[in-house]
């Protein structure tokens, strides 16, 4: 698996990653969301370099214009609910990519331990087809795996990129670890050094998808 970092480059990607890091302007939910909508279309963009093209003639007014056009659209997969905002971006670049909704959530046990219960996927058929997997955090890395598995109870793809805006050094060990095919790709914007005992990464930016879309009852 290939592993390629966005972010500390010196490219307006920093800008936002700093903006959903900041707690003065996490308090501006529409921001905060904005900018996880800006991300994904920058990552839309890289991740776009990475894929088959072929040149088309085009008619233009005055004569025709040879231009290279993606091969096929990719489908865009996210883990709800946190990926939403993200998923949104990558949807304004990837304009007609088929979508596929992964329900995943944590369930606590006791003392911070949890598991990650799937509950829900609505996807089309994904054989042979170029995915691209998002989720704001990749923590523990346990989400990201689940929601990759889950992608071949709906066929066989022909490449994977997952992404992660924000993720742990563990996580990313974690995943390395677990997903040994060499047809992924894992696409981030930065690497921390730590997690908490309840596998929130540190520095990081706190709980996503409470920040953009409200605190949840069992958030605690």
Known sequence: MEVKVLGNNHSILDQYLAEIRDISIQTDPLRFRDNLNRIGELFAYEISKEMPFEVNDVQTP???????????????????????AMHNGLLRIFDRAENCFISAYRKYIDAGEFEIEFEYMASPSLDDKIIILSDPMLASGKSMEIGYEALFSKGTPAHVHLIAIIASQEGVDYILDKI??????????????????KSYIVPGLGDAGDLAFGEKIDSK
């Open 62 to 84: 005055l004569g025709v214009a040879k231009v290279p056009k993606l091969e096929q659209q990719p489908v865009l997969a996210t883990i709800l609910r946190a990926g939403l």
């Open 180 to 197: 040994k095919a060499d047809n992924v790709t894992l696409w981030l914007g930065a690497i921390d050094p730590e997690m908490t005992p």
